[in-house]
């Protein structure tokens, strides 16, 4: 089995209750794709993101080369706010590990876009 190369895990449980444990969060309100080898994989924790997520245009609705180029965009902008105390701690606490010379395929990067765009609707943030 090969080494995981990319995890994304975004606790971003907002709100009175923050500082829930991963324990405390709703089955359904997680989204996690990975490949057979475990190669690449993105895990969301995001109430509500997973019922969103099934009222979005399907995979090939944008293509890959778009995915890939907003996300890059989206993740050094995103981590950028990781660092600077400017930005509230509920909403970016983790940095993102997106590796842009890495090919992540269509199904990893659809789902990073897609809660790019979740994120930015729902908290009224612009990337």
Known sequence: MKALLFTLSLL????CESTKTVTDVNPDDVVRIANDEIE????????????WLL????????GLEYLENQNRRKVLEYNRRVFDMNYPRNLYQQEINYDPSV???LEVNY???????YFEKTYKQKL
């Open 40 to 51: 690449y994989e993105i895990i969301i924790i995001e109430p509500g993101f997973n019922s």
């Open 12 to 15: 971003l449980l907002l709100g």
């Open 103 to 105: 090919s992540y395929g």
């Open 111 to 117: 789902l990073l876009y897609n809660y790019f765009v």
């Open 55 to 62: 009222s979005q245009p399907g995979k090939g609705y944008h």
